[in-house]
């Protein structure tokens, strides 16, 4: 357990502990992730979605933060003896919290449980460059990199700005390949939310997975069954929330495309997605995005469509910008005492470093560092430890 006095006076103050899974916990977590527009990701549906389906065997390590014993801040691990993680899906992860100091306070947290390596992925900037600087103030070996640059596109401009970002000749493409489309019979889009969504996505979106790439590369959903059942629960949990979106292009009612999409925060999330092979010389997948942007454009309620993953060519064409995703491992190791003198010094330029350089510097200095030197960048590790680790 760790505790932080509150910045003004010395009442009430930030403790931070794991604690068990309970119905009250989930319902306060929930409720937290709401209030602060937490990506889906970390909410306790997705998280236990793919816990119970996919990594039953983990045991899973709740670290709370709470003052007065009201829930402020949320970090969901799981643990594999002594190796801490978040959940193996989902493009983005952080710790569900209000404010950069009740994050910075969770992570430092998860850093002094000194795993043998503490290992994040789909970090933002902040979030990565929050847990670099708090493994160097712990004195903890860090590594960081940029593992994909997720495209994205602001949807709040008129669908005609969105247009004219295109070149004539991708503009071209598109009116050729719908035409052609069209001859094959008559072209219908389908947007379906909540429940329907959810059985849409388990008959025609399995189906079309299964014909496509995935299914011969095993990455479709019906190729494992708990990557289905984890779908299956995930949408099921996001369809009664209002979150769940499917989109269906067909051809004279037959599904020839579909996206899987989840909306939080006016932010969609671009899943996953798939198209028949044998309709390939249409580029129906492309035309059906065409389609979720435009409808997308019209809503309200949404300013930014997120495709996720890497930055291919086809998301890029309906994208004007890029996230990048960060993947941090923090070592836990022996240490000695040039190690932990060294420590010290780190720490002292750690706390600087965060005060005062510009958002994401720290981060450019460590990718530069780990590139010329094609190897993990250690920074020594402090002496001290904090009882209650991994085992």
């Known amino acids: 357990m760790a505790v932080h006095p509150a910045e003004q006076g010395s009442a009430p103050t930030l403790v931070?502990?794991?604690?068990?899974?309970?119905?009250?916990?989930?319902?306060?977590?929930?409720d937290l992730a709401t209030r602060t527009g937490a990506p889906p990701f970390v909410t306790p549906g997705w998280f236990f979605a793919w816990h119970d389906a996919c990594a039953p065997s983990a045991r899973t390590l709740l670290l709370t933060a709470r003052e007065d014993g009201q829930l402020l801040g949320l970090l969901p691990l799981l643990r594999r003896g002594r190796r801490l993680s978040g959940p193996g899906v989902g493009p983005w992860y952080a710790p569900v919290a209000g404010t950069a100091s009740i994050t910075r306070a969770l992570l430092g947290a998860a850093v002094r449980l000194r795993a043998r390596r503490l290992d994040l992925h789909g970090l933002d900037v902040g979030t990565a460059e929050a847990l670099v600087l708090e493994a160097a103030l712990a004195g903890s070996a860090v590594s960081a990199e940029v593992t994909e640059r997720s495209p994205v596109l602001d949807v709040t401009?008129?669908?005609?700005?969105?247009?004219?970002?295109?070149?004539?000749?991708?503009?071209?493409?598109?009116?050729?390949?719908?035409?052609?489309?069209?001859a094959q019979g008559t072209v219908t889009v389908e947007h379906l939310e909540g429940r329907p969504a959810a059985g849409a996505l388990l008959s025609d979106g399995a189906a079309l997975e299964a014909r496509s790439w995935k299914g011969q590369y095993g990455a479709a959903l019906t190729s494992r069954p708990e990557l289905l059942r984890f779908y299956a629960d995930a949408a099921g949990w996001a369809a009664d929330a209002g979150l769940l979106h499917v989109f269906l292009l067909r051809v004279t009612g037959r599904a020839v495309a579909y996206g899987l999409f989840i909306e939080s925060s006016g932010t969609v999330y671009a899943l996953r997605s798939a198209f028949d092979p044998e309709l390939s010389a249409y580029d129906p997948g492309v035309l059906l995005r065409q389609e979720v942007v435009r409808a997308l454009v019209a809503d309200p309620r949404v300013a930014l469509l997120d495709h996720c993953g890497n930055d291919d060519p086809h998301k890029r064409t309906w994208a004007d910008g890029v996230r990048d995703r960060h993947r941090v491992q923090v070592f836990g190791g022996p240490t000695g005492p040039a190690e932990r003198a060294a420590a010290a010094v780190v720490a002292r330029g750690a706390a600087l470093a965060r005060d005062t350089l510009p958002r994401g510097a720290v981060l450019r200095l460590l990718s530069l560092r780990h590139r010329a030197t094609r190897r993990t960048v250690v920074v020594p590790r402090a002496g001290t430890t904090t009882p209650g680790g991994p085992t």
């Open 16 to 30: 931070v502990a794991p604690e068990a899974r309970s119905p009250a916990l989930e319902r306060d977590w929930q």
């Open 157 to 182: 401009v008129p669908w005609e700005a969105v247009q004219a970002r295109l070149s004539a000749s991708s503009r071209k493409h598109l009116r050729q390949r719908r035409r052609r489309l069209e």
